[in-house]
């Protein structure tokens, strides 16, 4: 379990990293960093979110570090954990924090050293800003966190990523398996990204600006979008989110045809179910948060 | 002009014809107000929002008002006008706040007495909820008000409507034409309510509700809709409700495309495209309100 003494070490610190560590910090917990911005360090060092920062994965670093947060994309991440693995200490546990976990996670665990564990998590929070300038361990407060555990992760392992989300005060914490995991997130918000970024650049007309409502401007407000990030994150999730485009699709002609059919009472009884289900996501969001 | 001598009458007293009578009234002018459920009319009177109330549609009543404002729906107000309209008397100016206007204005501008002028207005507010029991005049602050003339329409009759927008506190006041009011409506508020309903209704998986974040609320907060009048409101704009979910859909089979074939570079480009649209969207609404 970490400890005030567990040496954890937080390798890429833009938004989600740096929050990590402006938490983990806040806590009394002993955070050095690596990224290869130096203004990231710097801006880091000055802020107390870390003890000691580096520009560059130095090997007597690396091998000190005994809890490793991947704070990269994903590809990226696999890249350097290839080509750093042999600096680690045996026994030291590595989680990430990627969107994705297929393709990643076994990965990683496949290629990594048998005397290293490889556990992937995800913290399913963000901003619309990016970088450890906009670091904020608050906006985790709202926020589900998944533990996605393969055959291969201890249960000590498990229990250490999270406690590392209660100290960083996740609203919730679950566990799924790595299919689970990437289906919910094909639907929730690579689907729901699909659909916002679609809407936002199919109608050339400017003038729509000055008309916006609040419908408009709430489904398209995820329409401004890191485009290297989610390009990685639906290449790796292909298959599941164009079964999830396929699925929305099909609903969205569903509607299409009752529309052209002039079909008034269908149509009120889709938006019958469609209330219905909405209000009981709210009741899902209302209920007591999982912490235990 | 509207001076607090005139007599103002609002027919159907919902969360809308209500909160028109709050604002008003609020303002020292004079309001009289007619809406079939004796509770909604009972509500009305102990706030103050008019001075007069009725359930039924009193020939002397309707003779006395020189302003009236249609709350009905759409089609109900249809009939009703057909129903009551030898009551008015000559001069008498009429606007409604239906969501539509196809087949509204044209229809009730043909059928009305030449004595009497109809002109079409929509108020871009709403609410999750519904009544006057949930009236508030202040959600126009941030809201649109298009007003749509057609050839039949007075200088004096569009300068009228102009007011009460302005006297009911609306963020801009904009005119257009009956099509271009129903091709920005079908894309900005029709599409977007279509997209959120087949998005809410196309996954029967229920723990999905544990792990909804922020994207997902935010494009399925208006899947809880009023069936009866959006059905009505779909119907009678189905062309162009079609038309939006058709160039919507060519561009969400776009993304698949790209996504299909792994083609990063130009799902990257989409999604560059998308974020400085949407950038554009959030200038658009920064810039000064359009009260003139």
Redesign the interface.
Known sequence: MLTEQTKILIVGCGLIGGSYAMGLSAKGYDVTAIDQSPEAIEFGLAQGFFRRGYTEPLPEVLHKAEFVVMGLYPTAMLDWLRANQQHFAPGTLITDVSGVKSNIVDTAQEFLRPDVEFIGSHP??GKETSGIFNADYHIFA???F?ITPTEKNTPEAIATVRQLAQILEFK?I?ELNIRQHDQ?IG???Q?????????????D??E?????????????????????M???L??LN?DI??EN????????????SL??A?D?ER?????????A?????D???A?PA?KK
């Open positions: 399913m929070a709202a926020a589900n998944i919730t679950r919910m639907f929730l918000s689907l729901t990204h699909a659909i916002a970024v679609s809407l936002m650049t199919c109608n007309d400017e729509l600006g000055f008309f916006t409502g609040d419908s408009f401007r709430d489904l398209t407000r995820i329409a401004r979008i890191n485009d290297v989610w390009s990685e639906f290449l292909r989110l164009i485009i396929d699925c929305f699709s099909a609903e969205l002609m569903k509607l299409r529309l052209q002039g008034r149509l009120q009884k889709m938006f019958q179910k469609s209330t289900r909405r209000s009981q996501f009741v899902a969001k209920a999982d």
